[in-house]
């Protein structure tokens, strides 16, 4: 591609809107531009990166076996509300009505039409089978960030195993965890692989993987001594066992005129650190009334709570809830002697005694709580979310807590949505058998940005060989040279017919200009050539990674580029 015909609109500017450095970066190097807000064009350089990624995918998929569909983004109601998820994804769906009146949802996620398709499926002897598509999703998130890290139109590639038996479905997991690292490690990102919470998809396991970095809006508890990795939403830290000192006989009720917090009564009442006072939360989980007990030093994990509760929805109960509840306001509530309502604790807890709490009286408060025997526990459930140094689970090192971006999901579903769209095989036995699946999603664009964060620099994007929208840019310093723009050219047609990917800078711009683009859109490779070097039958090299350089002899340049590029590339192979 000659750049003086390519669409590239680079800009002087950062973005004013845009804080994650992958959105600065893929606006301004001309490689993504937003038409509202979530919605985002593809630029020809964007369009590359993302083909190369659809290619790395579409590799690792045929090599786990997958076969590739095409699946429509217009959906039938009928068939979401089939699942249940017609109500359930509320409005982060997409809903339109075609002009007869029918409800139509646009494909947020496409479990409801594989296990449709695989209702044709008859006999084990067909399975397993791996189904996949590269494809546009649409989700109305309450929220679009960075770019397009979180966007409402993306292209995913989701695949959806089919097997007869759990064993089976094992087994596909484990391929495509292993075809998860291979990508990541092809795309020249590490991505971490977590466990994670399977919130509204339905199943009973699930894997993330997390590439760290701040722009992400996950976070991710891991421990570099086990190698524990676990999303907060569903990590969790050893339990600690506490000597408490000997209370009261009994709670013991105190005044406590305006403390309304944790910190309030720690800094009020000697004795009263935070890790000695219970924290009590009302909840409202599936319109039922519940209060929540935990260390006042732990935070609540919403996402622990609805999956320790198989609840679908949980709220803090609003004011007038809570006073309806427990008597009292916010500030003030205890779980001691609480029988009207439900009392869920968090496992820490079991055997505390001695701790101070709410009297469920406005400004009184207790010392001398005993769980066991001042609390009716309806549930003891893993309800905190760890922070950073809390134990791990698994060796008791210290656990570190770190943002990350979520690029790949992948869930062991199990036969829910087979059993709804009646994907039943024979067994051996001839006995019907729902198909067990799971499915697997990586977004592209998101991953795209995902590499951007990892591999930048002050000047712009560093790209992996791999995932470059090009791998080499020949910058002619003097286009009006006409002996510079000679060796260019015909440095350019060696490479492309060598199969290299080339962007020729024949721009009649200052060099600096050049040099500067260049590097705002992270060619892995640039070439140099100018009169000076020219004359001396001389090119520059250099990688934009590490900014070495040395000069190539003009007449061996096309050569030993070939050479360089092969190597990079089958690096990631
Ligand atoms: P998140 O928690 O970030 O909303 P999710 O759990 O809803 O993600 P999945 O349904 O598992 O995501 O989708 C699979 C993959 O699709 C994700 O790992 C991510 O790479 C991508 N993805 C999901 N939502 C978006 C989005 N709004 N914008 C861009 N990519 C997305
Ligand atoms: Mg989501």
């Not at 089939?82 to 009505?97: D, I, T």
């Not at 000597?243 to 009564?265: M, N, R």
């Not at 006042?296 to 509760?309: A, F, M, N, V």
Request: net charge negative.
């Amino acid at each position: 591609m000659r750049w003086s015909n390519a669409f590239i609109p680079t800009l002087r500017e950062d973005p004013a809107d845009a804080e994650a450095v992958s959105h600065r970066l893929l606006v301004r190097a001309g490689y993504v531009r937003q038409l509202m807000s979530g919605v985002y064009s593809l630029l020809p350089l964007g369009f590359r990166v993302v083909a190369k990624i659809s290619g790395i995918l579409r590799e690792e998929m045929d090599r786990i076996g997958a076969q590739e569909f095409r699946l429509p983004a217009l959906h039938p109601a009928a068939l979401w509300q089939r699942s249940g998820r017609w109500e359930h994804m509320g409005e982060e769906m997409f809903r339109l009505q075609d002009r007869k009146g029918a409800d139509v949802g646009l494909g947020m996620t496409h479990e409801e039409v594989f296990a449709n398709l695989a209702a044709e499926l008859r006999s084990y002897k067909q399975l397993p089978q791996i189904w996949y598509q590269i494809q546009t999703k649409f989700r109305d998130e309450p929220r679009p960030k960075s770019g397009v890290l979180r966007v409402r139109e993306f292209t995913m590639k989701d695949s959806y195993s089919l097997d007869v038996d759990e064993q089976g479905l094992d087994a596909a997991f484990t391929r495509h965890f292993e075809a998860y690292r291979r990508i990541f490690s092809r795309c020249g990102v590490e991505a971490l692989a977590v466990e994670a919470s399977s919130g509204a998809m339905g199943g009973n396991e699930s894997i993330e993987f997390m590439v760290r970095s701040d722009a992400g809006e996950d976070d991710v508890a891991s421990c570099e001594a086990c190698g524990y990795a676990a999303n907060v939403e569903k990590a969790t830290s050893s339990l600690v066992a506490v000597e408490d000192e000997a209370g009261p006989e009994a709670p013991e009720k105190f005044a406590t005129p305006g403390v309304h917090s944790i910190d309030e009564l720690a800094a009020f009442e000697a004795g009263a650190v935070p890790t000695r006072q219970l924290k009590s939360l009302v909840y409202v989980l599936d319109g039922e009334v519940r209060l929540l007990v935990l260390r006042g030093d732990h935070p609540l994990s919403e996402q622990k709570l609805l999956d320790g509760t198989g609840a679908r929805e949980a709220r803090p109960a609003s004011e007038e809830e809570i006073r309806a509840a427990l008597g009292a306001g916010a500030g003030s509530l205890g779980a001691v002697g609480v029988s009207a309502i439900p009392v869920y604790a968090d496992l820490a807890l079991q055997g505390r005694s001695n701790l101070f709490t709410g009297a469920n009286e406005d400004g009184f408060h207790l010392r001398g709580v005993d769980l066991t025997r001042d609390v009716e526990v309806e549930k003891w459930l893993d309800l905190r979310e760890v922070s950073a140094g809390a134990p791990c689970p698994l060796c008791d090192a210290p656990l570190r807590v770190e943002r990350a971006i979520e690029v790949g999901h992948i869930f062991k579903l199990g036969t829910r949505y087979s059993e709804v769209f009646g994907a039943e095989v024979l067994d051996e036995t001839s006995a019907k058998r729902p198909i067990v699946m799971g499915s697997y999603g990586i977004g592209l664009e998101r991953a795209m940005a995902a590499i951007v964060e990892r591999c930048h620099d002050e000047n712009g994007i560093v790209w992996p060989v791999a995932v470059a929208p090009y791998e080499v840019v020949i910058s002619v310093v003097k286009p009006k040279d006409v002996e510079s723009l000679e060796a260019a050219n015909s440095l350019y047609e060696s490479l492309v017919a060598e199969g290299v990917e080339v962007l020729l800078d024949d721009r009649n711009e200052r060099p600096g200009v050049k040099f500067k683009d260049a590097d705002l859109i992270g060619i892995p490779y640039r070439v140099t050539v100018g009169p000076r070097g020219l004359a001396e039958g001389k090119l520059e090299w250099k990688a934009r990674r590490g900014g070495e350089s040395r000069d190539l002899d003009l007449h061996k340049a096309a050569g030993s580029i070939v050479e360089t590029v092969l190597e990079e590339r089958s690096r990631s192979l």
